[in-house]
């Protein structure tokens, strides 16, 4: 007969065959149902969540793109001399990255914890409600309405903050492997045409109140302005508020709900779901099984990151984007003396004629530099990103941006010299946003929402995104203090030669990264998916 201890040893070996038995088989299942989702064709799912994910980037670039505009008409409204002075009109265009930098940290987090889908769609709220309060905002004897406007762009810059690792994360856990690369370029395409978008809509308003703004009686008292800045700003709400129902009823990913949530029966039922084109239906009161998966916490983080190979592609992904912002944000510097040379600059006529002339030459002139530079640029990438790979079209915009770079800042005194020479600015100008976005603007955004584990994916893209909205801020803050030492626009030329630099550095940290494309996203984590599972 044996013994108590020797039953005991017996029983406890069958225990831990069972458990590996049952871990074998849940992991076995976990990489099916991903399978199904890896290998799913492109249906009309899939270009609803691209749909969705871009109106938000839309918005997003609207809100932002929309106050180099109506700043020219805050300052004829509420600016002494006819324009905001240096720090009010600085205060309004660098409140929004500051919230956005904040946002993109509070809500990459947040998605990681809460889950992706119910924090989608609470950053457009934000958005929404901030934008109304900027288009409602009124002047007062105690507070300046620049002020207010600065604390509501701050607060919308959190909801488009949160709009980049949601959207980024969602469209790639929701892609397939061959189209991963194309929806999430896609998305982030939508950015170009809410550029384009904000100077035509700001056409037409300028057109709309022509008559208006030449019957005013003087240019100290130019109230048609008012009405047109708060039009330009308050129509940024609509497309968000058409997409916010599609944005509150998409499901959660199945990634998430695997590998955070733990729920693989869940997991598998959305999958099938997803790939069948049908809505999912969650049973509040299914028993559910709990697998054993590697749980996110600060040790673990701490751990997973801490190891060099997961630091180096965090630190590649951040510091890509740092540079490439300080210089996608700084090239906005340039845009007086691009819109002068092309003949849509400040105005000769004086003034309610002048008011007019002005406005109406922004407008068609930031038109004009949205559709030859950065539009082109996005859907070029869109076209090879999944034929080329992530990595070498990162490689080649970083390579060309520093010898453009090079030439303009070198060169630019024999570039603006004369009208000839100021064509050939033009050209290397639009070529340098063309290859921003051919290169690594599209590819900084694409990358961080593929390389991470899940567990961690929205929380490292929302810090690579924020380190690139911090060079967005030095760009803005420092460069337009020291483009005028010396006298006006006359250090540009050495800023230019700065953006080359950071080019260069631009081109070492593309080097620390991994290439994406082809791999699933459990490939590129980075993590032993033998034994994902423990139980």
Request: charged share 15%.
């Amino acid at each position: 007969m044996a013994s108590f201890h020797e039953k005991s040893s017996n029983d406890s070996q069958e225990k831990v065959v069972g458990r590996v038995n049952a871990g074998y088989v849940l992991d076995e299942r976990r990489r099916a149902a991903l399978a199904e989702v890896d290998n799913a064709k492109f249906s009309w799912f899939h270009a609803k969540v691209c749909i969705v994910a871009g109106v938000g980037f839309f918005t997003d670039a609207y809100d932002i793109f929309a106050i180099n505009i109506a700043s020219t008409m805050l300052g004829y409204v509420y600016g002494a001399g006819q324009k905001l002075n240096a720090h009010q009109d600085l205060g309004v265009k660098v409140a929004t990255p500051v919230g956005t930098l904040c946002g993109q940290l509070l809500f990459g987090w947040l998605a990681d914890i809460l889950g992706r889908k119910k924090m989608y769609g609470v950053e457009l709220m934000v958005m929404i409600v901030a934008t109304f309060g900027q288009a409602l905002s009124g002047n007062a004897p105690a507070v300046h309405i620049i002020g207010v406007l600065v604390v509501w762009r701050f607060i919308m810059g959190v909801g488009i903050g949160g709009d980049y690792p949601l959207s980024a994360v969602i469209s790639s856990e929701f892609a397939s492997t061959k189209i991963r690369g194309r929806m999430m370029t896609a998305v982030f395409a939508a950015q170009g045409w809410g550029n384009f978008t904000a100077a035509l809509v700001a056409f037409i308003i300028t057109h709309a109140y022509k008559s208006a703004i030449l019957h005013e009686a003087s240019t100290t008292h130019l109230n048609a302005v008012d009405f047109m800045w708060r039009l330009l700003i308050g129509l940024g709400a609509v497309p968000g508020v058409v997409a916010l129902y599609f944005r509150l009823t998409i499901p959660e990913t199945p990634r998430f709900t695997m590998d955070i949530e733990r729920n693989i029966d869940q997991a598998t039922t959305d999958i099938q779901h997803v790939v069948a084109g049908t809505r999912s239906h969650v049973d509040e009161d299914a028993f559910i099984q709990r697998i054993d998966t590697p749980k996110a916490s600060w040790a673990d983080f701490s751990a997973h990151f801490g190891q060099l190979k997961n630091f180096k592609i965090l630190f590649g992904t951040a510091y890509s984007w740092f540079a490439l912002d300080i210089a996608f944000y700084g090239l906005g510097l340039n845009s007086s003396i691009i819109l002068q040379a092309i003949g849509f600059g400040t105005p000769p006529t004086k003034g309610v004629r002048g008011v007019y002339d002005n406005l109406n030459n922004i407008c068609i002139g930031n038109l004009i530099l949205s559709a030859a530079g950065l539009i082109p640029g996005y859907w070029v990438s869109f076209l090879f990103i999944d034929k080329w790979g992530r990595k070498p079209i990162q490689l080649m915009g970083f390579i060309m941006l520093t010898i453009l770079f090079v030439i303009l800042g070198f060169g630019y005194n024999k570039l603006t010299a004369t009208p000839a020479a100021n064509k050939a600015f033009v050209f290397l100008y639009c070529l340098a946003n063309f290859f921003q976005n051919f290169g690594p603007n599209t590819t900084t955004f694409v990358i961080p929402g593929e390389i991470f584990p899940t567990r961690y994916r929205s929380t490292a893209h929302g810090i690579s995104a924020a380190s690139g909205k911090l060079g967005a801020i030095v760009a803005q803050c420092g460069f337009s203090a020291l483009k005028d030492i010396g006298g006006t626009n006359h250090f540009v030329k050495h800023i230019l030669e700065i953006f080359a630099f950071f080019m260069l550095t631009g081109i070492g940290s593309t080097l620390l990264l991994p290439e994406t494309m082809g791999k699933t996203l459990e490939e590129l984590s980075n993590e032993d998916q033998d034994g994902f599972v423990k139980g």
